[in-house]
């Protein structure tokens, strides 16, 4: 039975970095991906779009994600062009293709607590962009809320998707270890609103409803309001929301509720 293990819900290519800094705080790091991400299966549209970037006032990447894919495709970021993202991961992914304060306006919410949608446009001066062209770089299904606050500030806004994304489907390996960490009594970081759901839909293909009670029972640390609101929804009480930022999540591993 897995006991007090963390278990790390990422995307795999973004959950390495994590389960390192987990392991050095001396617990034991389980990756459990909730969300499998692809590349697109015809790219043109995404390569005809980002190859005439100076045509945007602000470009918007709605996650790590879609910044990393988009950036197979940039060879550099054209002066004068602002970027906003919503957390700090995404910054972080901004700083390894070489983006940061230092050389580049970056926006992104003011509160880590709420790196969403809602809060990037209350933090944007949407007055000075209206009139002007914007892109929302994202994958292939989103919310609109972004787009539709843009739009409804008078900017001129396109969207292009960068990759896509799925739970991944349940298999003879994958329940089995759902199964086992479920028996025991883990942290679970889970950094996505989707992801979250995907991960009840999971539990509920094993068929047990005392599976879905034990889920009740884990610890759930989360970065971002938005995913609590998700996870009450959805019947999830023992949570932790700790703020946007890998630094963040590891604080509150290191705290008890």
Same mark, same amino acid.
Not at 78 to 94: F, I, K, N, W, Y
Not at 226 to 247: H, K, N
């Given at each position: %039975? ?15 970095? #994590?389960? $390192? ?24 549209? +995404?390569? $005809? ?26 060879? *550099? ?36 607590? $709420? ?16 009139? *002007?062209?914007? #892109?929302?770089?994202?994958? /292939?299904?989103?919310?609109?809320? %972004? ?22 489907? %349940? ?9 086992? +960490? ?11 609103? /989707?992801? #979250?759901?995907?991960?009840?839909? #999971? ?11 034990? +889920? ?42």
């Amino acid at each position: %039975m897995t006991t007090d293990a963390v278990v790390i819900t990422r995307p795999l290519a973004q959950a390495a970095p #994590l389960a $390192r800094q987990v392991e050095a705080l001396g617990r034991t790091a389980v990756l459990l991906p909730l969300l499998e991400i692809f590349p697109l299966a015809d790219q043109s549209d +995404l390569i $005809r779009t980002l190859a005439d970037l100076e045509r945007y006032a602000m470009v918007a990447f709605v996650s790590p994600n879609a910044i990393d894919a988009a950036f197979a495709h940039i060879a *550099k970021w054209p002066a004068g062009v602002t970027l906003a993202v919503l957390g700090e991961g995404s910054r972080v992914a901004l700083a390894r293709h070489g983006l940061t304060d230092a050389n580049t306006r970056i926006v992104s919410p003011k509160d880590p607590a $709420r790196s969403d949608s809602e809060n990037l446009l209350q933090t944007l001066d949407l007055a000075a962009l209206a009139g *002007k062209e914007v #892109l929302i770089v994202r994958g /292939e299904s989103g919310r609109e809320l %972004m787009a539709d606050g843009l739009r409804a500030a008078g900017a001129l806004v396109t969207t292009v998707a960068a990759y896509r994304r799925s739970v991944p489907p %349940m298999t003879a390996a994958l329940r089995e270890r759902l199964q086992t +960490l479920l028996d025991g009594q883990n942290d679970w970081i889970i950094t996505s609103s /989707e992801a #979250l759901r995907g991960l009840l839909a #999971l539990v509920g293909e094993l068929g047990d409803p005392a599976y879905v009670a034990k +889920l009740q029972q884990q610890r759930i640390i989360i970065p971002h309001a938005r995913i609590a609101e998700t996870a009450a929804a959805l019947g999830l009480t023992r949570l932790t929301l700790c703020g946007s930022g890998d630094e963040r999540l590891l604080a509150a591993l290191q705290s008890r509720p």
